[in-house]
């Protein structure tokens, strides 16, 4: 290939790690290699066999670095690129995934005394269990009218650094005293490539509650805790660095890891979901893309600011400079469909899935298609792993209503592509409720795959439906970002013409089944308000039910 200018970029995913190489010019996306986290996602112990509560979800920073070593040289050599024509690094990671540190960046779970000690590891975004301590964030502000909170639609999530730190204070304040850094892995990753830790600005307006300049004051957060009064002085706040700009240059050591040169440009860290907007070519306003992998991220700019009951944030700049970035999403999407396939496939169909070549996914897909709307006389709400967006409540959980003796897998299955449609729906709906039009829908993330899913998503919300033109959004975006940061584009929209990819409109929405879909809707808002509004708590006391038994055993 000709000798031109290259960018790497490396997603941080759930389970995995990949990176691409991409063709500075136009966006080319000339290899990619993969790498599985060994230690995957610990939810029932840590590696020494240390038994988790529930609703914990860890990782080991360990396997993140694994990924730079295997999965960067790797797409190197597949695409044919001499390591002298990469001009820069960018990286992305799922939010909010913190992590407990020494000032030099060395995690506490790496310390010998600390590798037993659950609070010393990674909370990967998916830790729920500090739903408790958000619930009395979100009520404090709101008593003390804390003017960053209707920025985040009335409430901040569980997964946020906050609730997480506060969690870490309260359940394990040896460790809590031990950190010197509450850091984001966004953040980490980049300070293990280049020696310099910046906060991104995404994850510090998103999840950090970073608003005009400032964060939550040491009163609010000393009334939660008199511990917690010091928190962002003392271990949280640090430089903030702008989408796109450099955070440093590649060390040694990263270099040796990676087989990239030295010195070359280190982007500034970004978040997996709001990454992919560039990529997917989303940067005027109104252009919503839905990240759809194991949960759903929805991000869009707009130059409308407004209030969107539930949503995740919006923070000025942090999808694109000059515009208000929003985020909304679902906590259990491609994960609900995993779930199912794993406890509710049986042995008969896995036998005629095997016979016909298919994967459990695609026989039960097939048969699916085969419905009407309706047709399976089941709804159900997707909340197995709780609500972001609009409830913000991870307390809640899933449910399937309608079931019969007659009820087939397939129904199940159907239901639950259309309850996460529905999800998807009431968000969009509540951004139209607050004047903040959303005009087009784009999706990105490994389930564009699924054409039928696809179909549903544009049935139920009514839009024409885009899909990305990458099978990788999140690392094209964040090697977008690498290219400006080297210089090579003046800014991030500049780079989106050249570089991103998009089929827009390629699925339209069908009259017929659009109108059906609209009795379904309305039956899933009447439950979605039933159990998630407090009509009836019993998702609540099941799970306080379900966490007193585990605690005692």
């Given at each position: 290939?000709?000798?031109?200018?290259?960018?790497?970029?490396?997603?941080?995913?759930?389970?995995?790690?990949?990176?691409?190489?991409?063709?500075?010019?136009?966006?080319?996306?000339?290899?990619?290699?993969?790498?599985?986290?060994?230690?995957?996602?610990?939810?029932?112990?840590?590696?020494?066999?240390?038994?988790?509560?529930?609703?914990?979800?860890?990782?080991?920073?360990?396997?993140?670095?694994?990924?730079?070593?295997?999965?960067?040289?790797?797409?190197?050599?597949?695409?044919?690129?001499?390591?002298?024509?990469?001009?820069?690094i960018g990286t992305d990671f799922t939010a909010c995934t913190v992590l407990p540190a020494l000032a030099d960046g060395?995690?506490?779970?790496?310390?010998?005394?600390?590798?037993?000690?659950?609070?010393?590891?990674?909370?990967?975004?998916?830790?729920?269990?500090?739903?408790?301590?958000?619930?009395?964030?979100?009520?404090?502000?709101?008593?003390?009218?804390?003017?960053?909170?209707?920025?985040?639609?009335?409430?901040?999530?569980?997964?946020?650094?906050?609730?997480?730190?506060?969690?870490?204070?309260?359940?394990?304040?040896?460790?809590?005293?031990?950190?010197?850094?509450?850091?984001?892995?966004?953040?980490?990753?980049?300070?293990?490539?280049?020696?310099?830790?910046?906060?991104?600005?995404?994850?510090?307006?998103?999840k950090g509650q970073y608003q005009d300049g400032g964060y939550p004051s040491p009163a609010h957060l000393g009334a939660l805790h008199p511990d917690f009064a010091g928190f962002v002085t003392d271990k949280l706040d640090q430089p903030i660095g702008q989408l796109g700009d450099q955070a440093g240059t590649l060390t040694a050591e990263a270099a040796a890891w990676t087989g990239l040169p030295e010195g070359i440009t280190v982007c500034v860290g970004n978040v997996?979901?709001?990454?992919?907007?560039?990529?997917?070519?989303?940067?005027?306003?109104?252009?919503?893309?839905?990240?759809?992998?194991?949960s759903t991220c929805h991000v869009m700019s707009s130059d409308q600011l407004g209030t969107v009951p539930g949503m995740c944030g919006v923070v000025d700049g942090g999808i694109l400079p000059g515009l208000w970035g929003y985020e909304a999403g679902q906590s259990g999407v491609g994960d609900i469909f995993g779930w199912f396939v794993r406890t509710g496939f049986p042995a008969e169909y896995a036998e005629k899935a095997a016979a016909a070549g298919q994967s459990a996914h695609e026989y039960l897909t097939e048969l699916a298609a085969r419905q009407k709307v309706g047709e399976h006389g089941l709804v159900a709400l997707d909340?197995?792993?709780?609500?972001?967006?609009?409830?913000?409540?991870?307390?809640?959980?899933?449910?399937?209503?309608?079931?019969?003796?007659?009820?087939?897998?397939?129904?199940?299955?159907?239901?639950?592509?259309?309850?996460?449609?529905?999800?998807?729906r009431t968000i969009i709906d509540a951004f139209e409720s607050a004047a903040v039009p959303v005009r087009e829908l784009i999706i990105a993330g490994g389930l564009t795959k699924n054409a039928l899913l696809m179909q549903i998503y544009a049935d139920v919300t009514g839009r024409p439906l885009g899909v990305i033109g990458s099978a990788q959004g999140p690392a094209l975006g964040a090697a977008m970002h690498a290219a400006v940061a080297a210089g090579a584009y003046p800014d991030i929209r500049a780079a989106a013409h050249a570089m991103g990819k998009v089929h827009r409109g390629l699925y339209q929405p069908d009259p017929q089944r659009a109108a059906a879909y609209e009795r379904l809707y309305a039956e899933y808002r009447v439950l979605h308000d039933y159990f998630g509004r407090g009509t009836n708590d019993v998702m609540r006391r099941l799970r306080r039910i379900r966490t007193e038994v585990s605690a005692s055993s």
């Open positions: 290939m000709p000798e031109e200018p290259c960018v790497v970029g490396v997603d941080f995913g759930t389970l995995s790690g990949r990176a691409v190489v991409v063709r500075v010019r136009d966006g080319e996306e000339l290899a990619s290699a993969e790498h599985a986290y060994p230690h995957a996602v610990l939810d029932r112990e840590l590696p020494d066999g240390t038994r988790l509560p529930p609703d914990w979800a860890l990782q080991v920073p360990s396997d993140y670095i694994d990924v730079l070593r295997t999965a960067v040289p790797e797409a190197l050599a597949r695409a044919g690129v001499a390591p002298e024509q990469v001009i820069g060395t995690p506490l779970c790496e310390l010998p005394e600390y590798t037993a000690r659950p609070h010393a590891y990674v909370k990967l975004w998916r830790h729920h269990a500090a739903q408790g301590q958000a619930d009395r964030i979100n009520a404090l502000a709101a008593e003390t009218k804390e003017p960053w909170l209707p920025r985040y639609g009335g409430k901040i999530s569980s997964e946020w650094e906050f609730a997480k730190a506060l969690q870490v204070l309260e359940e394990d304040p040896e460790i809590y005293q031990r950190m010197e850094r509450w850091v984001e892995v966004a953040d980490w990753i980049v300070w293990r490539l280049c020696g310099t830790y910046v906060r991104n600005a995404c994850t510090a307006g998103y997996d979901a709001h990454v992919t907007a560039p990529a997917a070519a989303a940067v005027e306003p109104g252009q919503m893309v839905a990240i759809m992998g194991t909340w197995h792993s709780g609500n972001r967006s609009v409830l913000v409540d991870h307390d809640l959980s899933g449910l399937l209503i309608g079931q019969t003796l007659s009820t087939r897998p397939e129904d199940v299955y159907r239901a639950l592509l259309e309850a996460t449609a529905f999800g998807t």
